[in-house]
């Protein structure tokens, strides 16, 4: 079965510019979770969805991010304008809600504001 | 303020002997323990969990020990191996509306063969 599914894996940009990161949760899970992580800070929880709808969003830093999950099988974490100080690991992870706490990662997006 | 807290950020342990990780946690509304193993330039996967009705849950190598009274939990990985070296993350939970996985900041172990 395939994991959940991120790209790109490592994007390198200029501050100011528009950063889109993508993800394809496992299919039939119904919960989506966007989570930063920084040496700071660890992992932070950014936003999660739960049947598309979020949920959570008290862990998006600032009005610069915005997620969307349009479908069961597809979201997205934007930053416009992007900033070096974004510059960090993404995480995507999706569980299935009744099946317990348990959530499974992506590889992650490799972010660089330079 | 940090409701899930792993002290040791890092570990160095040899090959063959016990590797023991500790986790605190602050909120006894938390009812639902996991742990998570992460390699660099991989995301986490999941390793093991307890729920707060066990005090023991075991799984091959690893063990996870639930301490409800003193808030405390540990992951015993026995024996350790080198292929164990990794970043070890404790993360909690609630139940109904606090679902929300609250996570630790990690433990870097290091099994030298």
């Known amino acids: 079965d395939a994991g959940v599914i991120q790209s790109p894996r490592h994007e390198v940009t200029e501050m100011g510019q528009e950063v889109t990161l993508r993800c394809k949760p496992i299919?039939?899970?119904?919960?989506l979770f966007w989570y930063r992580q920084t040496m700071m800070r660890g992992l932070e929880l950014l936003i999660y969805?739960?049947?598309?709808?979020?949920?959570?969003d008290s862990g998006m830093p600032e009005d610069r991010f915005s997620a969307k999950m349009p479908n069961a099988s597809f979201s997205t974490l934007k930053i416009q304008p992007s900033e070096p100080r974004d510059s960090a690991v993404y995480f995507c992870?999706?569980?299935?809600?009744?099946?317990?706490?348990?959530?499974?990662f992506g590889e992650g997006s490799w972010l660089t504001v330079v | 303020d940090q409701q899930v807290k792993q002290n040791s950020p890092s570990l160095s342990v040899q090959e063959g002997r016990i590797s023991i990780l500790n986790c605190d946690y602050t909120n006894s509304m938390f009812d639902y323990f996991l742990w998570y193993k992460k390699y660099p330039a991989e995301g986490p996967t999941f390793l093991i969990s307890i729920s707060s009705i066990k005090d023991k849950n075991e799984d091959g190598r690893f063990t996870v020990f639930l301490n409800k009274s003193a808030k405390h939990l540990s992951l015993h990985i026995v024996p350790s191996q080198p292929g164990d070296s990794a970043v070890y993350f404790c993360a909690a939970s609630g139940t109904g509306n606090n679902r929300k996985l609250i996570w630790g900041l990690g433990t870097s172990l290091a099994v030298n063969p």
């Open positions: 992870a999706s569980s299935l809600l009744l099946a317990g706490n348990t959530i499974y």
């Open positions: 299919s039939g899970h119904n919960s």
């Open positions: 969805f739960n049947n598309n709808v979020p949920i959570d």
